[in-house]
Nanobody
Framework: QVQLVESGGGLVQAGGSLRLSCVAS???????MGWYSQGPGKERELVAD???????RVVPSVEGRFTISRDNAKNTLTLQMSNLKPEDTAMYFC???????????????WGQGTQVTVSS
């Protein structure tokens, strides 16, 4: 069973930066990868993802501030976060999945999450 382990969260002042990492226990090369956030009392939502072919995208609310990247040789996914805002406060989860229409074939896995808190 593959494991995803996130790190890099913490407490930072508004305008600051953090770098989140997600290390997988197995190969990620054939999987899409992504970062999701879940704020208090909110649904988990996509922040950024990157395909197996290395095409990244981020949601509009973090465009220009967050960058997602992957290193298949190290089985690592990274989220560089800059100009952080209090509304970015959330638990951030790493996920990997296969690009399949049928959810049963996606083989989705989640990490345990890392907390990001941005003070004003």
């Amino acid at each position: 069973q593959v494991q995803l382990v996130e790190s890099g969260g913490g407490l930072v002042q508004a305008g600051g930066s953090l770098r989140l990492s997600c290390v997988a226990s197995g190969s990620i090369s054939s999987y899409s990868m992504g970062w999701y956030s879940q704020g208090p009392g909110k649904e988990r939502e996509l922040v950024a993802d990157i395909t197996a072919g290395n095409s990244p995208r981020v949601v509009p609310s973090v465009e220009g501030r967050f960058t997602i990247s992957r290193d298949n040789a190290k089985n690592t996914l990274t989220l560089q976060m800059s100009n952080l805002k209090p509304e970015d406060t959330a638990m951030y989860f790493c996920s990997r999945w296969r690009e399949e229409h049928d959810p049963k074939l996606q083989d989705r896995r989640w990490g345990q999450g890392t907390q990001v808190t941005v003070s004003s």
